[in-house]
Each structure stands twice: as C-alpha cells, then as structure tokens.
C-alpha cells in the first residue's frame, strides 16, 4: 500500500509540473516586474543623461586636446571654433570644429564635433561671448584669460550638468556643475 501511495504522489508532482504554471501566478509574476520596473526606469533614465552629459563635454575636451597637440605638430596656431557662435548663450551649442589658422568658420575643418542636441553649450566668466579657443605654435593658449577660459554643458530639464575649465597651457578639467548658477 505504501509504494501505491508514493507511486500516485509522484505522478500528481509530475502531472502538476506538466500543466505550466496557472493564470494566478503569472498575474503575480507580473505586477511584481512592473513594480520593479517602475523603480528602475527612472534611475535608468537618469544613468543615460549623466552620459550623455560626460560624452559631449569629454569631446569638447578632446577638441582641445587635439587643437593643442596639432598647433605643437605643426608649429603653427590651431583654433576651436563655434560653428555658429551667434547665441551668446550657447556659443558653442551648435557644434564647433578645429581648424588651422586664425579662426575665420569651418569651412575647412581638421575635425568637426557635434553635440547633442538640446545640450547647452556656453562660455563662462572671461569666455563669456567668445566663440573660439586658439592655441599658438607650443600649444599654449592664446585667449587673453587670467585664469581659466570655462564652458558649461547642462540639458534644458537637468539640474545637473558639466564645467570644463582651460588653463593657460592648455590642460583641461571637468568638474560637477549646478545649470542656472
């Protein structure tokens, strides 16, 4: 009698295992991952837009950087410069390229940059209106700053944004920046 009552326990577990899972379960299953994904997407949202940010003030740094490297190469000036530097505040919104020379527009660019858009690109303190970064035949630069020439990335709906600074020689940094201060 015991082995006739194992023998039907087992085929119930196999038969149970066959059928899936009930309606019941499933609607659980569901509204627990809805839950959780009402939590993370935000957060994940969020990740994205600091990203963005970094990317596009990390290839304006690049601009610099290269600007910097090709005016020493070369021996002579090398600029960045706005493409369209007529929103004083966004100058550098619009895109800007490195080109040889006096900067005069991009029609003969080294290389050419483009934000995202709805970023904010713009010139702060002493580069305040200015629309292009020129670097002399050492790499040095030539805009006439005491300190630091600085450009600010925020999106339009952040809070959170970027500042990248420019020293005299050249050198960059990025730092945390409150948009609207």
Not at 42 to 51: D, E, G, S, V, Y
């Amino acid at each position: 009698m015991k082995r006739g009552v194992e023998k039907d326990y087992q085929t119930r577990v196999i038969e149970r295992r066959r059928r899936g899972f009930t309606v019941v379960e499933i609607m659980v299953t569901l509204a627990v991952a809805g839950i959780l994904v009402g939590f993370a997407l935000p957060a994940f949202n969020n990740f994205l837009t600091q990203r963005a940010l970094t990317t596009d003030i990390n290839d304006m740094a690049l601009a610099i950087a290269y600007a910097r490297s090709e005016a020493a190469n070369r021996g002579e000036r090398v600029s960045v410069l706005a493409i369209d530097g007529s929103n004083g505040d966004n100058e550098w919104g619009a895109g800007y390229c490195v080109t040889l020379g006096n900067p005069a527009d991009c029609s003969d660019p080294l290389r050419v940059f483009t934000p995202r858009a709805g970023h904010v690109l713009n010139g702060i303190d002493e580069l305040d209106d200015e629309d292009a970064l020129s670097f002399n035949a050492r790499g040095l630069l030539e805009q006439a700053v005491t300190g630091e020439a600085r450009i600010t990335l925020c999106q339009a709906d952040e809070t959170r944004g970027r500042m990248l600074s420019v020293n005299l020689i050249g050198r960059t940094s990025v730092d945390e920046w409150e948009c609207g201060s």
